[in-house]
């Protein structure tokens, strides 16, 4: 009998004794705990950060009986054990009652929950009395989920109630620095690596595991993991889609794989995704959905930036970044937007989208910001267009264009007048490839957009400020059209000429090319 998915289920004692499904990672844990104390890991949401936290809890606390037929189990040494402390900084409600109210409450009550005598002052001097308290029983072990939420949350929005929550989060955590003796083992999780943060400027025995490649897939699934743990649910999977073992395992591998977080490392799934599609046998967007990244659209939005091919970067931009200038590829890798592809020569990272799950949301999102679209539109508009290219209906294609150019708010041209089309017809084409599948490649050295229909080939090439006639004079002077002969269907050159005046398609033409 399959055991149950743990569909939003982050507690390690909740999984084991409710006989959920647990992916074995307890190696790893071990081998952490065995060769070092203190450590750094940053991973996008929903990777299993939390899950790790209470797999180390429950570990020092010396819960054998949850360990039954985990790797672990003989190895560990289970009469060691150890007070720990666990703080999850996205759980303290820092948004209703300010950082320093939350986190001096959850601190009192740590103290309470541990019969430590109370004492008044700020946060540095409680937590650093809890944690010498305990010490007089056993070294003590120290668990932060989510110390950068605090920061992360006023992104985009509030970027002074960002800075004031760094300067205090770094009086808090220095506090570690000096109480070395009182400590064994200490673990700090997040999704990004904020510098001027006091465990990065202030601790500097720190080890970060965030691209270390022995620790590359201690979070997600490989794809070992996914088909030796998974076994009767892929089974089950192939009968009620229709698939064949290895037709189900590619399309998995296509949606949902793809995560590389050091560049010879093995690439891994999302968990909630794979959860997910296993209880709902439905190729969805399940990770996306679970927290929309609404700064991070406005930051590309604001930068300009539609496109994250062929711009290498080196891992200063992505490894850590300041407050005072946020790095949006940073930003997109640490979040898990964009991943490790390769390494070159010269050290520098070729990032992209991991699978087919985040470029298509991505590029939905993106879409109906730079087009101006309310949440939800983008998507019924792409079809309506794809259908009407099927039934060259191009009149009331170029209609639907212009009517979305008209609504783009001014604010979108203001800053770059004319990227901002360029940028619009991009993510129209590229989300229409991805939504339904049409045949459309977005070319270097050929049209600007081609889109392939059971019936037609459409060539589309765009000018600024010059005329419908020049466009589709590229088409026929580069003879864009003869790549295209084989597939035995007639091929049309659309030229389409935007006013950056008007901020609208001027003019358009079509021409059946050959």
């Not at 039954?68 to 289970?78: A, R, T």
């Not at 080890?207 to 997600?220: E, I, N, R, V, W």
């Not at 192939?238 to 949606?255: A, F, I, T, V, Y």
């Not at 091919?309 to 997109?332: A, C, I, M, R």
Request: aromatic fraction near 14%; glycine fraction near 6%; hydrophobic fraction near 40%.
């Amino acid at each position: 009998m399959a055991q149950n998915l743990p569909l939003g289920l982050q507690d390690f004692r909740s999984i084991i004794e409710g006989d959920y499904k647990y992916i074995d990672k307890t190696r790893h844990v071990y081998q952490m705990c065995s060769t070092g104390k203190y450590y750094f890991l940053s991973r996008p949401r929903r990777f299993g950060k939390s899950m790790t936290l209470a797999v180390l809890q429950e570990l020092y606390l010396g819960s054998r009986d949850l360990f039954k037929g985990l790797w672990i189990q003989d190895h560990w040494d289970w009469s060691r054990t150890h007070p720990v402390l666990r703080i999850s900084f996205s759980a303290l409600g820092f948004q209703e009652n300010g950082l320093q109210a939350s986190l001096s409450f959850a601190l009192d009550e740590l103290i309470h929950e541990h019969q430590i005598p109370a004492i008044q002052g700020n946060i540095s001097n409680k937590f650093a009395h809890l944690i010498k308290q305990l010490a007089k029983k056993s070294k003590v072990v120290v668990l932060i989920d989510e110390y950068d939420a605090p920061i992360i949350n006023y992104l985009g929005k509030a970027i002074d109630k960002a800075y004031e929550n760094r300067e205090l989060l770094k009086s808090f955590y220095t506090v570690l620095k000096d109480l070395d003796s009182y400590l064994e083992f200490v673990f700090i999780t997040g999704v990004s690596k904020f510098s001027k943060v006091g465990i990065f400027s202030g601790m500097n025995n720190l080890t970060d595991l965030s691209m270390h490649p022995q620790y590359a897939t201690m979070l997600g699934y490989t794809q070992q993991e996914l088909e030796s743990n998974f076994a009767e649910e892929l089974s089950g999977s192939s009968q009620k889609l229709s698939l064949s073992n290895p037709e189900l395992l590619d399309k998995l591998r296509w949606w949902y794989n793809g995560y590389r977080f050091e560049e010879d490392a093995e690439t891994v799934y999302n968990p909630v995704s794979i959860n997910n599609f296993f209880n709902q046998n439905k190729f969805e967007n399940f990770w996306f959905e679970t927290g929309t990244p609404s700064f991070l659209i406005n930051l590309l939005k604001q930068e300009g930036i539609f496109s994250f091919t062929n711009d290498p970067q080196s891992k200063q931009s992505f490894d850590t970044f300041e407050l005072e200038n946020l790095n949006v590829y940073g930003l997109l890798y640490q979040t898990g937007y964009l991943t490790i592809k390769s390494r070159n020569p010269f050290g520098l990272y070729e990032l992209g989208y991991p699978n087919h799950e985040v470029e298509y949301a991505m590029n939905g999102y993106l879409f109906e910001a730079f087009s101006g679209l309310r949440y939800g539109e983008g998507l019924p508009l792409v079809f309506k267009i794809e259908t009407l290219l099927r039934n060259q209906q191009l009149e009331q294609v170029m209609q639907i264009l212009q009517g979305m150019f008209k609504d783009i708010p001014y604010q979108l041209h203001e800053h770059y007048p004319e990227k901002f089309f360029h940028a619009a017809i991009h993510l129209l084409f590229t989300y229409m490839g991805l939504s339904v599948h049409s045949e459309v490649c977005m070319a270097d050295g050929r049209a600007d957009a081609v889109v392939e229909t059971p019936t037609h080939i459409y060539l589309f090439e765009f000018k600024l400020d010059q005329s419908a006639d020049v466009a589709l004079n590229q088409i026929r002077q580069k003879q864009y059209y003869q790549a295209f002969w084989l597939k035995g269907k007639p091929v049309l050159g659309l030229g389409v000429n935007f006013s950056t005046q008007t901020k609208n398609i001027k003019d358009w033409k079509v021409e059946q090319m050959g």
